[in-house]
């Protein structure tokens, strides 16, 4: 199927309070440009110089997300113009995309990532370091980020019940952080979900899915 039935198709079965993230990282601009014409908005990226180039080339009503880890170094070329960081996993890269937004007199919502899966390749804080950066004295010092929301991802693997596991472990968790509300921070996004497990991660209580291959088709990884 096309890129625009693909879409459609997703979209047709989501729930409305549902946010859909288009993860186009490694496809190239024309594939983006037919997503954006089928209605598409929001769209995923795990690099910043690919998402840097990839905005310049692309109508600027769509929103941005970084999605992949952060390198601190190149936060500053993404500044500008990112729309919502998920993978955010340090007080320190709090700090470095506060400095970067204040440069440019914007405030930039982020994700503090979670780590619910079981693989040492995933990185996250645990559910305590969350809470100490949430009840921070630094973080209220932070006046150019807010901290919207949590995102996680679960153990690639086929056991369904291990994956179920995971998510509704970091929704309890999000149901119990929303009292931490502060002038930069208010939780109301849960991204959980990818092409393989966003209807568990529905499910859970995720109001944000980021989905690529049933999209666009199988990715490159070599890229």
Known sequence: MSVKENLENIK???PK?????AVS???PVEDLQEAYNAGQRIFGENRI????EKYEQLPKDIQWHMIGHLQSNKIKYMAHFVDLIHGVDKLKTLKEINKQAKKNNRIINCLLQAKIAEEDSKFGLTFDEITNILTSEKLSELENITIVGLMGMSTFTDNKT???KEFASLKNYFQNTKKH???NCNLHTLSMGMSGDYDIAIKNG???IRVGSSIFGKRDYNQ
């Open 12 to 14: 047709s079965n989501l």
């Open 17 to 21: 309070n549902v946010i859909l993230v």
């Open 25 to 27: 990282k490694t496809k």
């Open 49 to 52: 110089q690919e998402m840097a």
């Open 162 to 164: 291990q994956i179920d």
């Open 181 to 183: 509300q502060t002038t």
């Open 206 to 208: 995720s109001n944000m």
